[in-house]
């Protein structure tokens, strides 16, 4: 039996600087849907947009209409590697780019005012930190115990969480289920934003009705007992 899918209800965006972007096909819903088939397409809930440009940028993927509460980062290990360490893989070679970890720490900081941020790295911790080349002066171990310490600071210091993921794929469920969630949470909070306020409505409608009823009885004076004589 074919299970109809559902269409994704919200529009994920992809910074148009993302170079490989994630296209979060093979989506299935929770099993409250039935593990129904999750339906992401180009150009209908699925586009890319600029995000920010540093010193402004706030990751690679957001939700549109929630950009300035939702961002996610995405990372792969050359990628990671190079921007901690300063270089970048180039069709000329490798070549030194300082600039890079501090663009990478002020998008940290940015990411770090939003209510949903993570980062996202295509591998896991072991093989980012043991797989790392020799840049500059400095062995791969030498460079490895850099990266790993690095990491340990970015995370203590801005505190956003970090997955490491130990394939793409599972980085691209990551990256869907991390939206997915803080949409839905976003969400849950508007519902009782908007519960709290009809409540304070009514109660202050409940109190002016009662003032009004109040102004509307009539005051009798009653005078004073006459002493008996």
């Given at each position: 039996?074919?299970?109809?899918?559902?269409?994704?209800?919200?529009?994920?965006?992809?910074?148009?600087?993302?170079?490989?972007?994630?296209?979060?096909?093979?989506?299935?819903?929770?099993?409250?849907?039935?593990?129904?088939p999750i339906v992401i397409?180009?150009g209908q809930n699925l586009?890319?947009?600029?995000?920010?440009?540093?010193?402004?940028?706030?990751?690679?993927?957001?939700?549109?209409?929630?950009?300035?509460?939702?961002?996610?980062?995405?990372?792969?290990?050359?990628?990671?590697?190079?921007?901690?360490?300063?270089?970048?893989?180039?069709?000329?070679?490798?070549?030194?780019?300082?600039?890079r970890r501090e663009r990478?720490?002020?998008?940290?900081?940015?990411?770090?005012?939003?209510?949903?941020?993570?980062?996202?790295?295509?591998?896991?911790?072991?093989?980012?930190?043991?797989?790392?080349?020799?840049?500059?002066?400095?062995?791969?171990?030498?460079?490895?115990?850099?990266?790993?310490?690095?990491?340990?600071?970015?995370?203590?210091?801005?505190?956003?969480?970090?997955?490491?993921?130990?394939?793409?794929?599972?980085?691209?469920?990551?990256?869907?289920?991390?939206?997915?969630?803080?949409?839905?949470?976003?969400?849950?909070?508007?519902?009782?934003?908007?519960?709290?306020?009809?409540?304070?409505?009514?109660?202050?409608?409940?109190?002016?009705?009662?003032?009004?009823?109040?102004?509307?009885?009539?005051?009798?004076?009653?005078?004073?007992?006459?002493?008996?004589?």
């Amino acid at each position: 039996m074919t299970m109809k899918p559902l269409i994704n209800p919200y529009t994920i965006l992809i910074d148009s600087a993302e170079q490989a972007p994630f296209s979060f096909q093979g989506m299935t819903a929770d099993s409250n849907r039935g593990y129904r088939p999750i339906v992401i397409n180009w150009g209908q809930n699925l586009r890319r947009e600029c995000l920010g440009r540093y010193p402004d940028s706030r990751g690679d993927y957001s939700v549109e209409g929630l950009e300035q509460l939702v961002g996610v980062e995405r990372k792969s290990m050359e990628d990671i590697q190079g921007t901690i360490l300063g270089f970048e893989k180039t069709d000329r070679g490798v070549v030194v780019d300082t600039g890079r970890r501090e663009r990478f720490e002020q998008e940290l900081s940015n990411l770090a005012a939003l209510p949903f941020a993570c980062v996202i790295v295509e591998a896991n911790l072991d093989a980012v930190v043991t797989n790392v080349p020799e840049w500059g002066s400095k062995p791969p171990e030498v460079n490895g115990k850099i990266l790993f310490r690095s990491i340990l600071s970015f995370q203590n210091t801005y505190r956003v969480p970090w997955f490491f993921c130990g394939c793409r794929r599972l980085a691209e469920i990551t990256a869907f289920r991390f939206l997915d969630r803080a949409v839905r949470k976003i969400k849950e909070q508007q519902a009782r934003e908007r519960k709290a306020a009809r409540m304070a409505r009514n109660v202050s409608a409940g109190i002016q009705s009662a003032i009004e009823i109040q102004e509307e009885i009539p005051f009798y004076h009653t005078p004073p007992a006459r002493k008996p004589a």
